[in-house]
């Protein structure tokens, strides 16, 4: 549980498949919210008009137990690589201390008019190097 930065999620009604468990949809959503939320608040990112956006390049997520609907998800977020371009964030879900499942993000920063690669700079490279774990 070594993360630099931690959110919580609430679970909403519809989260849960008919198999009574949240559906493993969900658990991307509530990771990629998580990233968004802290790129757009402790990095500066503008989604609808900044310079440049992130594009998802890759993901996957390796799921540990189940979880329902009502629930508060746990969600841990670091930085595992942090490129000239890209960055690869790394996360963990967890409820009642109990790991969910384990993830990971990257994200290709582009052009928002070009979208060829833009370098992470300023204010977003330096809220980057603060979720790096060793």
């Known amino acids: 549980m070594d993360y630099a930065h ?35 608040s402790e990095a500066g990112l503008d989604p609808m008009t900044g310079p440049s956006i992130g594009l998802c390049v890759e993901s996957r997520c390796t799921y540990t137990a189940e979880a329902a609907y009502p629930a508060v998800i746990r969600v841990g977020l670091r930085v595992g690589r942090l490129g000239t371009s890209s960055v690869r964030y790394e996360l963990g879900l967890f409820e009642g201390g109990r790991a969910l ?19 992470i700079e300023g204010r977003m490279r330096a809220a980057m190097e603060r979720l790096v774990v060793a």
């Open 6 to 40: 931690w959110d919580e999620m609430p679970t909403r009604w519809r989260d849960n498949d008919v198999y009574g468990h949240l559906n493993n949809v969900v658990h991307y959503e509530l990771m990629d919210s998580v990233i968004n939320r802290w790129l757009i």
């Open 101 to 119: 499942a384990e993830g990971e993000f990257t994200h290709v920063f582009v052009d928002r008019r070009t979208r060829r690669p833009a370098p």
